[in-house]
């Protein structure tokens, strides 16, 4: 088994994860808000926001998608280091919003996501 098997299946699971939020997020802005801690009321315009958010996720899926199919794994590393970016970002808002315990999730997965991202990428 070649040693980059345990990468290109990280790489997979940033794709699908971009990829499965995304559509869930249009497909379904309450639901995935819900599993994101902070429920929100159908046909309201944060679940358009929510919206809005998953057009982002699927593009950088795809563009994940594009970058693993060419085998590019230090460019989906290098987007996924990233990403770091958004979880700290979700954790402050979880944090204004839900509180504390609602935001360390997200911020002890922003602390990870770069040295997972470093290992992938070498």
Known sequence: MPSTTPKLLTA?????????????????PT????????????ASH?????????????????????????????????????????GAVDGWVMWRYAGLVAAAPHWVAAAAVPFVARWMGS
């Open 31 to 42: 639901t995935l808000a819900l599993l994101f801690g902070m429920p929100i009321p159908p």
């Open 12 to 28: 997979y699971m940033v794709t699908t994860f971009l990829l499965s939020t995304g559509a869930l997020a249009l497909l379904s």
């Open 46 to 86: 944060a679940a358009g926001f929510v919206q809005c958010i998953g057009g982002r996720n699927l593009t950088f899926g795809l563009i994940s998608a594009v970058f693993v199919r060419k085998g590019d794994l230090r460019a989906v590393a290098t987007m996924a280091g990233f990403l770091a970016v958004d």
